[in-house]
Every structure is written in C-alpha cells, then in structure tokens.
C-alpha cells in the first residue's frame, strides 16, 4: 500500500516552470513504477511521464511533453517530481501521481496504476 500526496501546482504564465513533488508513505516504494497524469474535465486522464527501475532507472514521456519535461525519483526520500518548463497553455490540467507494478500493462494506461494522490491543478495562461 502507498499513499501518495502530490504538490507544487499554481497558475503560470506561458513559457514559465514549474514543479511538480509527490511525497509517497508505505513499503516497497522503490519496486514501483512511479508515474504523472494529468486530465482536464471532460477528457480521460493523460499518461505524462513515467520512471521506474530494474537494472537501472528509467524515464518516459509523452510526446507531447518530451523535451520540456523531467521526471526523476528518489527512492530513499520516496518522493517524485516533474520539472515542467516552456508550459504552454494546453499544458493547463490537473495533474496527479500514480504508482504501479512495473510492466503491468502500458505505462500510460490509468489502469496499470493501483495507487493515485489526490491531484495538484497547473493553470497556464497566455
């Protein structure tokens, strides 16, 4: 079991950065396969980026947020955070955190994920 509380989201002008942190409590966090989403109303959640190790440590991203974003973890703070820079409007979202077992299904598929926080809102304005 994990729990997982995401922060760091506020408005931001376009062209800004921001950083997103997720603090994780509970057991075996290292073993999972840390991920941000992020959704805005009316549309299915959207795999951002993706970190997990095995025989070493690994990073994904959407195409759309590749080049502009940087997952990275800690284990022994168990935390994850995504610096976000040259946000755009269509970046505008809410973003949340998820853990799951890695190589359970597509990274960017929310059914992979058993563990999600509570969701941190980025606003980009132009």
């Known amino acids: 079991q994990l729990q997982l509380v995401e922060s760091g989201g506020s408005p931001v002008q376009a062209g800004g950065s921001l950083r997103l942190s997720c603090a994780a409590s509970?057991?075996?966090?290292?073993?999972?396969?840390m991920a941000w989403f992020r959704q805005v109303p009316g549309s299915e959640r959207e795999g951002v980026a993706v970190?997990?190790?095995?025989?070493?440590?690994?990073?994904l991203y959407a195409d759309s947020v590749k080049g502009r974003f940087t997952i990275s973890r800690d284990n022994l703070k168990q935390t994850v955070t995504l610096q976000m820079n040259s946000l755009k409007p269509g970046d505008t979202a809410m973003y949340y955190c998820?853990?799951?077992?890695?190589?359970?299904?597509?990274?960017?598929?929310?059914?992979?994920?058993?563990?999600w926080g509570q969701g941190t809102q980025v606003t980009v304005s132009s």
């Open positions: 509970g057991s075996m966090y290292s073993a999972y396969r």
């Open positions: 970190t997990y190790t095995t025989v070493a440590t690994y990073a």
């Open positions: 998820a853990a799951g077992a890695v190589g359970r299904g597509t990274w960017y598929s929310p059914a992979a994920y058993d563990f």
